[in-house]
């Protein structure tokens, strides 16, 4: 059974930084694509960046410049590099995993952007 864990979130003050991952695991086969998600309180779930197994990567215009998303295929991990974050930053952050023909998704991890 695949299963999606997220990890590194945490409590940073604003202009900090963080490194989100992400890993699919229970399979042999690549993922096709992933996404980074965020919800903030009351908030519907957004699409922050995601990637394709090829590399092509997209990024929320807000987060341009800002934030870097990377892949390691071979282990099924996705990276979420987060810069300059602010209190608009703060959310659940909950990964996707296109992958073995099903959309997996984790538990979040929980990013709070305060001074």
């Known amino acids: 059974q695949v299963q999606v864990v997220e990890s590194g979130g945490g409590l940073v003050q604003p202009g900090g930084s963080l490194t989100l991952s992400c890993k699919a695991s229970?399979?042999?086969?690549?993922?096709?694509?992933m996404g980074w998600y965020r919800q903030g309180p009351g908030q519907e779930r957004d699409l922050v960046a995601g990637?394709?197994?090829?590399?092509?990567?997209n990024l929320k215009p807000s987060v341009q410049g800002r934030f870097i998303i990377a892949a390691n295929n071979a282990k099924n991990t996705v990276f979420l590099q987060m810069n300059s974050l602010n209190p608009e930053d703060t959310a659940v952050y909950l990964c996707g995993f296109t992958i073995a023909g099903r959309n997996v998704w984790g538990q979040g991890t929980q990013v709070t952007v305060s001074s």
């Open positions: 229970g399979t042999s086969s690549t993922f096709v694509s």
């Open positions: 990637i394709a197994h090829q590399g092509l990567t």
